[in-house]
């Protein structure tokens, strides 16, 4: 991948394909709306915002306003409550940010605003947005989340901080200690209010709510509107009017969607040569559990790949700084589930690829939504295994467009791919000089060997992409090239150059006997340490210098786990991959001696492994 970095705004802009805004009729007779669609203004300066909020906003470039501000902000600036049907991306942060500072009053030292977000992360994201708004007014803002220290957080609530943005666990836990008092609270926000209550927060938005004064003003953010978000618009707003935004077209207009069907097995392969041959700057890659977070971005991390994974359990520091690695250009790849995305914006987001179907059509949706922002362009890419082919039909009625079916690229597409990447750059490095020393050793060369200089060349770019050519193992075989699968997508015989095969069943324990006639060996990690394939593939490579390639089966059992490897591992190697460690514990790699040696101590029967192909 090639990454030249990109600047990153701090507030979306309003997007070039204006989204339409309208005003509905309530599918709840509280949720009633009162005011007429308006005519979308010039400026923000039509929106009655007050002069230093105005001031802050042209000097952050913002002049027109999005459709969701151009509805929200006079209808909260009138005292109304708003109920906005609104996506990330949609400008919703300036829509209820802005009129929430114009309700604070800068004089008094308590909190007078509260904003729930469902994740730390956009937490952050909006506490900065207000915070970049409030430039001129003095006013206090407080991030609060957990995962992190309290003491920040209670110092920041000491001082005076006048908008509390926060997580419900965290503000939870701060109105338990009797930190966090909400008595002087004259606005309030919920803002992605269906992703908190899938997470599990609709008691902990109760027992706030009921904290909150009854004269604040209120406004609820959701993406979709169903009826347990009815519910708490019955119950916690005062006849709000409704706003609708609708940005999936305009979100799809700007990225293009395709699809390929790919096995189960095969999809990290995949995924590595979709990455290999991407021109995007960096890629944002969704799995459905935290389980598949580590082990992708692992295995794809053992293949090279700049990687990592971003999951619910990653501390606040640690997700801090891997965003900051995503939008600086250092990490290029963002493994991640739905949850653990939430709120995410990096500019340099030019792929997201689906690597499991979403359980709900919307989420695709959200999830293509994290590129093509702005009005930028992007590209999104869903993994359909045979099974799940159904599933795309749903996508396309979502979406209102048909999604392209394309091949992923092959191993030589990747070498292609790394050799005209390196070709580009030949004219620049010629043009900069200083080649006599490699011209006079070229020359000597082919002096020597009589070789053919086109000959010579192309093995020189082969070299540099990194395209050693086939390799051959101790019994003089090519190592395999071609698998057959069955129906399901399962592998049945692996074919090499020489014509020789390997078949499913026909070594030890039943599976495929080691690639290449290799040899099994036992490191002693399993099931009890939670450790996945992926890390067990990336400690082997990285510590003992093997591809990847060179790795086959790894079944793990309670206790230890057994990894096919071809050909021997010198002293040397094993000496430098014992010492590694994964979960915690040492490797200790040795050659497996069999079945009765890898049966667990005091005669205690090992379960069946965890099968997993490397």
Partial sequence: MRFPVTAVSTMP?????????????????????????????????????????LAAVQELGFTIPTDIQTEAIPTLLSGRDVVGIAQTGTGKTAAFGLPLLAAVDPGQRKVQALVLTPTRELAVQVSEAIASFATRTGLRVLPVYGGSSYVPQLRGLRDGAQVVVGTPGRVMD?????????????????????????????EDV????????????TALFSATMPTAIRRVADTHLNNPVRVTVSRPASTVATVHQTFAVVPFQHKVGALSRVLATTDADAA???????????????????????????????????????????????????????????GLDVDRIGLVVNFDVPREAD???????????????????????????????????????????????????????????????????????????????????????????????????????????????????????????????????????????????????????????????RVEVGHKDGVQPGAIVGAITGEGGLNGSELGKIDIYPSFSLVEISGDLSPEVSARIGAAKVAGRRLKIRPDSGPRASRPAHGAQARRPKARKA
Avoid at 174 to 188: C, V
Avoid at 206 to 217: F, K, L, N, Q, Y
Avoid at 400 to 423: F, Q, W, Y
Avoid at 448 to 461: K, Q
Wanted: charge should be neutral.
């Fill in 13 to 53: 802009a309003a997007p070039t394909a204006e989204p339409t805004t309208h005003v509905a009729e309530p599918a709840a007779a509280t949720v009633a709306p009162t005011v007429a669609p308006t005519e979308v203004p010039a400026t923000f300066a039509n929106l009655g915002l007050p002069d230093d909020l």
């Fill in 206 to 217: 109760e027992t706030i709510a009921s904290h909150v004064p009854d004269d604040r003003r």
């Fill in 284 to 342: 944002l890659v969704f799995v459905r559990t935290k389980a598949a977070v580590e082990d992708v971005s692992s295995e794809l991390a053992a293949r090279g790949v700049s990687a990592a994974g971003l999951s619910g359990d990653v501390p606040q520091k640690e997700r801090e700084k891997l965003i900051g690695r995503l939008r600086a250009g250092t990490l290029d790849v963002l493994v991640a589930t739905d949850v653990a995305a939430r």
């Fill in 363 to 521: 989420a695709y949706v959200h999830r293509i939504g994290r590129t093509g922002r702005a009005g930028r362009s992007g590209k999104a890419l869903l993994f359909l295994t045979p099974r799940e082919r159904g599933r795309l039909a749903q996508i396309e009625r979502l979406t209102g467009s048909r999604l392209e079916e394309i091949t992923v690229p092959t191993p030589a597409d990747v070498s292609a791919h790394k050799a005209r990447v390196l070709i580009e750059q030949l004219e620049t490095r010629r043009k900069a000089g200083r080649l006599d020393m490699y011209r006079d050793v070229l020359r000597a060369h082919l002096e020597e060997t009589g070789n053919d200089l086109e000959e010579v060349a192309a093995t020189l770019v082969a070299l540099a992409v990194g395209d050693e050519g086939p390799r051959r193992n101790d019994d003089g075989r090519r190592v395999r090239h071609e698998e057959t699968l069955d129906g399901d997508g399962s592998f049945v015989a692996a074919r090499f150059d020489e014509g020789s095969s390997a078949r499913r069943g026909s070594g030890e324990r039943g599976g495929r006997r080691p690639v290449g006639g290799g040899n099994r060996y």
């Fill in 174 to 202: 701060l109105l338990e200690r009797g930190s966090l008092d909400l008595r002087a609270m004259k606005f309030f926000v919920l803002d992605e209010a269906d992703e908190m209550l899938r997470m599990g927060f609709a």
